[in-house]
């Protein structure tokens, strides 16, 4: 899918989260029924991560982004790609036959999926961010809402309390994303689903090639200017190690042409033209769905249970050919 921009894009730095906060309930939006708890050991003072982690982003840097960026009077002109993404997380959540009486957003941002969702499917909303000034300016939307100020690596809610998580794009800034999709899975209901978005490995292809080959040319070397990815052969193990199951990984990629490099230069500081004159950057995205177990879903069954085996199968055709010749 194509987009048409010319606005800059607040993302792909080299930028880590702030440590846990927590903000009470929105007003007029009771949280009964859905209990806080004491983050797990390993919270820190502000401005460091999880000591388990590699500390590849500025974690206090991305907060102070966050805030800076949610500020901004025409904010809105540059969430194009946030909305896009939160739309189809949403399309997953209404491909599932059923509804949420509690769900919750891990990094809403200014809730890029929630405007999305329906009081029909989701009972009460929960959205969580580390930036104060993104959940204080939070889009509107329909469904009962609920924001906490919380680090992605640090979730202040007990476990088994959500029947639905969602993630768009957030988990791509965390310095421990291992940790992270723990967290998610521990705040799960059983048979509760985790749906997530996050960038992948060919994003800014067209950036990272431009910015090697110059610098080469200059250099006659060159360095990373852009934050890691996540490999989508990984996202499945990392799911796994996390505890979920029923795994569905699938990507997109979306391509968004500027009108000229000015306009690039302001989003990406880009270096890379097509044939029309227009400047493209392009977004993979990797969405992954994952279960916490229950005793109610399908599971495969025993090895050598089977009382049919593969090379049978093939006498299917001939049977149904047979009864065909015979009608």
């Known amino acids: 899918m194509r987009l048409q921009a010319a606005s800059p894009l607040e993302m792909l730095r080299l930028t880590r989260f702030p440590p846990q906060w927590r903000r009470p309930p929105a007003a007029g939006v009771p949280a009964k029924n859905v209990g806080f708890r004491k983050v797990a050991s390993g919270v820190s003072s502000l401005g460091s991560a999880s000591p388990r982690s590699l500390n590849i982003f500025d974690r206090d840097l991305k907060r102070k982004q966050k805030n800076w960026a949610a500020r901004q009077p025409e904010r809105i ?140 040319e200059r250099e006659g070397g060159f360095s990373p200017h852009v934050s890691p990815f996540t490999a989508v052969n990984d996202l499945g193990h990392l799911l796994g190690r996390a505890g979920f199951n029923t795994l569905t990984v699938d990507t997109d990629e979306i391509q968004v042409n500027y009108p000229g490099m000015f306009e690039l230069m302001e989003d990406l500081q880009e270096m890379y033209g097509n044939e029309d004159g227009s400047v493209p950057a392009t977004y993979q995205i990797y969405y992954m769905i994952g279960w916490k177990y229950h005793d109610s879903q399908a599971r495969p069954a025993k090895r050598g249970s089977a009382t049919v085996s593969f090379g049978e199968l093939r006498k299917i055709n001939d049977v149904m050919s047979q009864g065909k010749k015979s009608q």
């Not at 405007?115 to 104060?132: R, Y």
């Not at 791509?172 to 048979?191: C, F, G, M, S, T």
């Open 77 to 216: 002109k540059f969430d194009y790609l946030k909305e896009e993404v939160g739309s189809r997380i949403a399309d997953r959540v209404y491909d599932i036959a059923r509804d949420f009486p509690f769900a919750l957003d891990v990094g809403c941002g200014r809730g890029y999926i929630a405007q999305h969702l329906n009081k029909e499917t989701v009972g009460k909303f929960f959205q969580t961010d580390i930036a104060e000034n993104a959940l204080k300016n939070a889009l509107e939307m329909e469904i009962p809402t609920v924001n906490v100020l919380a680090d992605e690596e640090f979730l202040p809610f007990r476990e088994n309390t959500f029947d639905l998580v969602v993630s768009s794009l957030s988990l791509h800034w965390v310095n421990d994303l291992p940790r992270a999709l723990e967290q998610i899975h521990y705040v799960l209901k059983p048979d509760g689903v985790f749906i997530g978005a996050v960038f992948g490995g060919d994003t800014l292809y067209e950036l990272r090639c431009s910015l090697q080959l110059a610098e080469t």
